[in-house]
T-cell receptor, first 113, second 115 residues
């Protein structure tokens, strides 16, 4: 079946460190890929997305590239801030005509000053 | 403008009772989704509405779960005879149209605790 696998957390980094959160997917077709973020006490919000192979999504200094050959969509940021502390979810959609999202398990990021 | 709202924000109920969870989507959004976030299962899809119709109910875990949407707006998720494994955060999301190119906007969720 269709699924998303993320690296397990928590991930703890010092401010200004480089961030990578790995995400791989299994899909029977050609999905769109997303990263959602959940800040403490807030709802889920879209961080970035990519709709086809080799597309790069970017927002707020975060980037992820849709790699069809490795079925991956790893999230990266060059220099994290304390305010980036949150739970990050990788997700896919577009394999049915409903638009429903299939999420990974989520990765908690904690950035220390 | 107003985002997706959900009520109640927290609900504690006894095992065996019925509960109703409400979602008010963003005005004009035709697509509405319910998801469940639990420790053991992560974030999982429950049901999708296009207008008042629910063409995809594949994520509902049992026949104790049902949902409806009226007037193309408000949706209610009902859980009958609640069980402890129903304890989770129930999230609602809406989207202007159906499809992966449209962003889903999430509400703050309803935290359900079954004692």
């Amino acid at each position: 079946g269709n699924s998303v696998t993320q690296m397990e957390g928590p991930v703890t980094l010092s401010e200004e460190a480089f961030l990578t959160i790995n995400c791989t997917y299994t899909a029977t077709g050609y999905p769109s890929l997303f990263w959602y973020v959940q800040y403490p006490g807030e709802g889920l919000q879209l961080l970035l997305k990519a709709t086809k192979a080799d597309d790069k999504g970017s927002n707020k200094g975060f980037e992820a590239t849709y790699r069809k050959e490795t079925t991956s969509f790893h999230l990266e940021k060059g220099s994290v801030q304390v305010s980036d502390s949150a739970v990050y979810f990788c997700a896919l959609s577009g394999l049915s005509n409903t638009g429903k999202l299939i999420f990974g398990q989520g990765t908690t990021l904690q950035v220390k000053p | 403008g107003a985002g997706v709202s959900q009520s109640p924000s927290n609900k504690v109920t006894e095992k065996g009772k019925d509960v109703e969870l409400r979602c008010d989507p963003i005005s004009g959004h035709t697509a509405l989704y319910w998801y469940r976030q639990s420790l053991g299962q992560g974030l999982e899809f429950l049901i999708y509405f296009q207008g008042n119709s629910a063409p995809d109910k594949s994520g509902l875990p049992s026949d104790r779960f049902s949902a409806e949407r009226t007037g193309g707006s408000v949706s209610t998720l009902t859980i009958q005879r609640t069980q402890q494994e129903d304890s989770a955060v129930y999230l609602c999301a809406s989207s202007p149209e159906t499809g992966s190119s449209y962003e889903q906007y999430f509400g703050p969720g309803t935290r359900l605790t079954v004692t």
